[in-house]
């Protein structure tokens, strides 16, 4: 019922940025939680940031104070804004979205995946 398409992943050198962005589509009632994981080579995914739909905001303890996610609700998009980048953060990441079905039933949708890697 619900597509995630994501953009904006690349190659960038240490200290430099990147802006992903999501943007849902299809047929859903609504969209609540929103957020971004990633995996790197070698380790199990893991929350990067989520945006809740009462307005809070979550960070990975590793990406705190150089991540910032944001969301529109009117264009059901969500970006995550990624600034002071390390190699560390090299990994694919994945758009994630919680949203109610047009039957009002609670789903978790995941977009394709886009590589961001950060060269030394």
């Known amino acids: 019922q619900v597509q995630l398409v994501e953009s904006g992943g690349g190659l960038v050198q240490s200290g430099g940025s990147l802006r992903l962005s999501c943007a849902a589509s299809g047929m859903f009632f609504s969209i609540s939680d929103m957020g971004w994981y990633r995996q790197a080579p070698g380790k199990q995914r893991e929350l990067v940031a989520v945006?809740?739909?009462?307005?809070?905001?979550n960070y990975s303890d590793s990406v705190k104070g150089r991540f910032t996610i944001s969301r529109d609700n009117a264009k059901n998009t969500v970006s995550l804004q990624m600034n002071s980048l390390k190699p560390e953060d090299t990994a694919v990441y994945y758009c994630?979205?919680?949203?109610?079905?047009?039957?009002?039933?609670?789903?978790?949708?995941w977009g394709q995946g886009t590589q961001v890697t950060v060269s030394s």
């Open positions: 945006s809740t739909s009462g307005g809070s905001t």
């Open positions: 994630n979205v919680r949203a109610l079905t047009l039957l009002k039933y609670t789903n978790n949708y």
